[in-house]
């Protein structure tokens, strides 16, 4: 089993729903958790980045962490052509002291 | 937030030449800096780590003499890409450690 687990997707969604994108994993060390977006032949970029278990909101994204049952989600509300991207979910056991373990990213579509 | 540059965005040689690819980062200083690979559809795979003043940290598999790894100063860490064979091309993005991980927008290597 691997450390990380993301649906690859692809999915595809109309603008303006509401799209889920989700993580399981199996350290239950880990103890930060980020969601990345990646565009085509682009670095990650970060989105998220939240401590423990609980919500945590930005605008349209509200990122979940459920330690209990070893399981993160990125709400996209309100979604946007141009949030079309890869997907990566990420995580580490210290606050950016060691590499992170990313999920294999899923990738969205959403259409105007 | 914190900015990562990537020198060079792509780069072709021919087979058994070496190609360095710099990281910076550019309004922060970060003892430390990661390498990762990623493969068409793939996830980022952490190569090694980057210490500062150190020998950079190689995970299994990677092969230190081929992937040399320089961190000479808290802004820069290289990797060169020594001997390169066509199964090296790949996507190679570096990170740096600030409160969380930044990164860079990649390089692309296509070795012929």
């Known amino acids: 089993q691997k450390e990380v687990e993301q649906d690859p997707g692809p999915l595809s969604v109309p603008e303006g729903a509401i799209v889920s994108l989700n993580c399981t994993y199996s350290n239950s060390a880990f103890q930060y958790f980020m969601w990345y977006r990646q565009y085509s032949r682009k670095g990650p970029e970060l989105l998220m980045y939240?401590?423990?278990?609980g919500n945590k909101e930005d605008g349209r994204f509200t990122a979940q962490v459920d330690k209990s049952s070893k399981y993160i989600s990125l709400f996209i509300r309100d979604s946007q052509p141009s949030d079309s991207a890869t997907y990566l979910c990420?995580?580490?056991?210290?606050?950016?002291?060691?590499?992170?373990?990313f999920g294999k990213g899923t990738t969205l579509s959403v259409s105007s | 937030g914190a900015v990562v540059s990537q020198h060079p965005s792509w780069v072709i040689c021919k087979s058994g030449t070496s190609v360095k690819i710099e990281c910076r980062s550019l309004?922060?200083?970060?003892?430390?800096m990661f390498w990762y690979r990623q493969f068409p559809k793939q996830s980022l795979m952490l190569m090694a780590t980057?210490?500062?003043?150190?020998?950079?940290?190689?995970e299994q598999g990677v092969e230190k003499d081929k992937f040399l790894i320089n961190h000479a100063s808290l802004t820069l860490s290289t990797l060169t890409v020594t001997s390169a064979h066509p199964e090296d091309s790949s996507f190679y993005i570096c990170?740096?450690?600030?409160?969380?991980?930044?990164f860079g927008p990649g390089t692309r290597l296509t070795v012929l």
């Open positions: 309004d922060f200083q970060a003892t430390t």
């Open positions: 939240t401590y423990s278990s």
């Open positions: 990420a995580m580490s056991e210290s606050q950016a002291g060691t590499a992170l373990i």
């Open positions: 980057s210490n500062e003043g150190s020998k950079a940290t190689y």
């Open positions: 990170s740096a450690r600030g409160t969380t991980q930044y």
